[in-house]
C-alpha cells in the first residue's frame, strides 16, 4: 500500500503503513538540497505530528497551530475517531500508530543507522531514567545531549544553542516545554535537527512513572475512557466529540 496525504477537516493527515514507516523515515533523513552547489539546507527540520482528535479541531480554529500541522513532514492519526471519520468521509483508511509504539518504531529505525537524538523536557530524574532506558533499549543510538523541561524564560536561547550545536537527528519533546508543539514551530529556524516529535507523556512511560494503555485496549480505541478515570475532568470532552461528529455530517452533507 503507498502512502498519501489527504485533507481531513481542511487539517493534512498522512496514510503510512507500518510496512512502509522505514522508507518513509529513511526519505525524511535525506538532506534537501539547497539552490546552490547542492548544499544541505540548514535550519529547515522535518516536525512529525502525532494528531489526537483534539489536536485536530484545535487545529481547524487556531491559525497558528494549524499552520504547524500544514507544514508538518508527516502527521499521524493517533485516535480512532480519526480513522473512522476519514473512512466515513473518503473511504480511506489511515494506519492508525499508538504514540508510545510508533516513538519506539522511529528510535529502532534511527539506530540501525546509529544517528544521534535529542532528548528535551520533563523533570529532571524522569529525564534521567528516560535516557538511562532509551540508551539500554538502543544502545548503538547516540544521544547528544538533553535538557529537563519547565525552564525560565531566559534560559531557552542557551537550549536552542545547546540544540543547534549538537545537530541531532531527532529532538524527542515531552511536557515541559513552553507552548507544546508550537515551540518548536516558533523556534524552527533557530533549531539545527532533522526531525522533531513532541509527545507529552512520552518520558513518563519511558521512565516507567504511568503506564501506556494495553495493545489490545488502544486497538478498541478505549484509551480514551482509561484516561478519563485517571482524570475524571477529561468526560468533558464528550462536547467536542459531539461536535466533531456534527462536522462529519454536515461535510458529508454539503461538501463532496
Known sequence: MDTQRITFLEVPIDIVPPEALPDV??????????????LPLKGKGKNIVLLSLADLLRARRDGEYRSFVRGAALVIPISKSIVSGVRFLTGKKPSRYMPFNFVVSLLSLLERKEHSIYLLGGRRQTLRKTE????????????????EGYMRKNEEAVVIEAIRKASPSLLLAAKGIRKEELWIARNSVRLNSELRLWCSDLFDVFAEKKRRPSDAVF??????????????????????????????????????
Not at 533499549?137 to 535538557?147: A, E, Q
Open 132 to 147: 538511562k532506558n532509551i540508551h539500554a533499549t538502543f544502545p548503538r543510538l547516540k544521544i547528544v545531549g538533553r535538557h
Open 219 to 256: 486497538d478498541k480505541g478505549l484509551e480514551g475512557l482509561l484516561f478519563c478515570f485517571r482524570n475524571p475532568l477529561r468526560f468533558f470532552r464528550i462536547f467536542p466529540y459531539l461536535w466533531y461528529n456534527v462536522l462529519l455530517l454536515t461535510y458529508k452533507i454539503f461538501r463532496r
Open 25 to 38: 523515515v529513511a526519505r525524511l533523513l535525506m538532506p534537501p538540497k539547497g539552490p546552490a552547489r547542492g
